[in-house]
């Protein structure tokens, strides 16, 4: 960027994956963009870029597999991939948000989802279907079973990079360290940022601003205040960089807080990971095998049921109820039958693991445990489970326990196969639910319910679609989505805008 050129049709605050694919769709319909990624380069991409880069989409079968994916060999398209249906995007979506989740931007949502997919394809993203992490072998065939099957190769960095890529090749300018800190702003609405520069505040103009830089999750201070006591504990899983900036720049000019402010998504974490994401080590802190295992508490005691449905449906709800126990942790309990299903992660170096040849030997070294309580739980829990009923890891097996005051609903394995293996876990945070209302332009509205004009947001920073849990694999998608519709809108603003 030129000294003196501060002006341009479309600044976009952030650089993730949302920020990138408005800011390639505003170039694509002609506008001059500038983004501004708050992180050096070599930490760009925020928490898309710890992703897996894996994708919830509507498919009807194989052909769509296969259109997304067509180098797959015919072996590989032997696989069984189900259907994932929009009736099923939206059942999920209702079920798991307990139906609050904004009916107008769900639709958005749902029906962008596979067009999307092939947006990103034609800007040089390859999809592959995600194999090791989403299905299991039935009958020697890959069978998937959790409504997200497409990862992009190279995972969230292989994302990121090709969308940088694409969006450098498409004309976008990009500054690196550029830390977005209030909206340049009138009676007439939005007109730019004020920016601090690799040290040096500027200001710069535009016709339009789309924020898309992420929710609070890496702000201990306003995590206590917004999700509750407790949480200034959690473990970050991704950027440092999500501080509520953007959040906190809306808000200022009367943009409308929506959607779950207390609520986030948060996991199983490894118990002493450390307390930002670091790319060389967060994959090995994913704790998600758990629907396996039994969860106990420092009390010794089990809190939650660990087989109450598929990880995908599950893991991003337990991180909180793990917060929620003494001394924010817990270890989750693994019998010698089901270790082969463990992910990689459970084999890094960044575990802390114990083996046992008995449970006795088990319970002696567990750390911070009620050590008798705990021996009574297994011992119940081993006497309930329903064995007549096979075990089946891809769907709900209904492998149940009886009588136990906590139930396990599917998956329930007694400890009885030494060696026993258990990990501990903690409190993983890995974004905030709640954001600012936009329309389905994704207009940013203000508190007395009008469009602000030159406002416009996507990502993280969107409230209204996340409530309690979140199906896997939505954010990328949602960021994509929401970040066309803010890019393309933004862009017809300026040209507006020129116009008048
Ligand atoms: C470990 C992990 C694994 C995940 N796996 C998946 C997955 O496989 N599939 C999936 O769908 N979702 C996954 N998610 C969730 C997913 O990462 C998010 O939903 C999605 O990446 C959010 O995209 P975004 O563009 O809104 O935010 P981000 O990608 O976080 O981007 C926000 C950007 O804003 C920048 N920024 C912040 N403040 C400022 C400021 N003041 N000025 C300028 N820039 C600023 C940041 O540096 C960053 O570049 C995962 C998350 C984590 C942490």
């Known amino acids: 960027m030129e000294k003196n050129d501060s002006q341009f049709d479309v600044i976009v605050v952030g650089g993730g994956n949302a920020a990138l694919c408005a800011a390639i769709t505003a170039r694509d319909e002609g506008a001059r963009v500038l983004l501004l990624e708050r992180a050096p380069e070599e930490e760009r991409g925020g928490n898309s870029s710890y992703t897996e880069g894996l994708m919830r989409f509507v498919y009807n079968g194989s052909d769509d597999i296969k259109a997304l994916s067509p180098d797959l060999s015919e072996e590989e398209m032997k696989s069984d991939f189900g259907v994932y249906s929009e009736e099923k995007f939206f059942d999920d979506m209702a079920r798991i948000t307990q139906n609050r989740t904004d009916p107008d931007l769900c639709e958005l949502l749902v029906r962008g989802s596979n067009p999307t997919m092939h947006w990103l394809k034609d800007r040089g993203i390859r999809w592959l279907p995600q194999f090791g992490r989403q299905s299991f072998k039935v009958d020697g065939k890959h069978t998937f079973w959790g409504g997200a099957t497409l990862a992009a190769v190279g995972g969230g960095p292989g994302l990121v990079a090709t969308l940088y890529k694409a969006a ?19 009676d007439r609405g939005v007109h730019g940022v004020v920016t601090n520069v690799n040290g040096v505040t500027r200001e710069l103009a535009a016709d339009s601003v789309i924020l898309a830089c992420g929710g609070f999750e890496a702000n201990a ?26 959040l906190e720049m809306a808000l200022r000019i009367g943009a409308q807080p929506t959607g779950h402010w207390s609520g986030c998504h ?32 420092a009390d010794g005691k089990r809190f939650v049921d660990e087989g109450a449905d598929i990880r995908n449906y599950t893991y991003a709800k337990y991180g909180r109820i793990i917060l929620q126990q003494p ?44 050590k008798p309580e705990l021996l009574k739980t297994i011992r119940e829990f081993n006497a309930s489970v329903k064995r007549d009923v096979p ?64 406002l416009y947001a996507a990502g993280e920073m969107v409230g209204g679609l996340f409530y309690f849990n979140y199906p896997g694999a939505t954010g990328l998608m949602s960021g994509a989505v929401f970040g066309r519709i803010a890019g393309r809108s ?5 040209k507006l805008a020129k116009a008048a």
Request: charged share 20%; with cysteine.
């Open 168 to 186: 450098e090749k498409a004309g976008v300018q990009v500054l690196y360290r550029a830390w977005a800190k209030a909206l340049i702003h009138s």
């Open 221 to 246: 201070a306003w995590r206590a205040r917004h999700l509750g006591p407790g949480w200034d504990l959690a473990k970050v899983r991704g950027s440092k960089y999500n501080t509520g900036d953007g």
């Open 266 to 297: 948060s996991v199983g974490w490894e118990r002493y990971a450390s307390d930002f994401g670091d790319p060389s080590t967060s994959d090995d802190y994913e704790r998600d095998n758990y629907p396996f295992s039994i969860m106990i508490n």
């Open 327 to 370: 001394m924010q942790f817990a270890w989750q309990l693994f019998d010698s039958s089901v270790t082969h299903f463990l992910r990689p992660e459970y084999r890094s170096r960044h575990v802390t693991k114990v083996m046992a040849n008995s449970i006795e030997e088990l319970v002696d070294k567990l750390d911070d445990v009620n």
């Open 391 to 454: 075990f089946s890891p891809n769907v709900k097996d209904g492998r149940g326990t009886v009588g136990l005051e906590l139930p396990k609903s599917n998956w329930a394995i007694p400890l009885e196969n030494p060696p026993f293996e258990a990990y501990a876990v903690t409190c993983g945070i890995t974004f905030t639910f709640g954001g600012v209302k936009i329309t389905t332009d994704g207009q940013v509205v203000d508190t007395s319910h009008q469009p602000i004009p030159g």
């Open 490 to 494: 933004a862009a017809f603003a300026a």
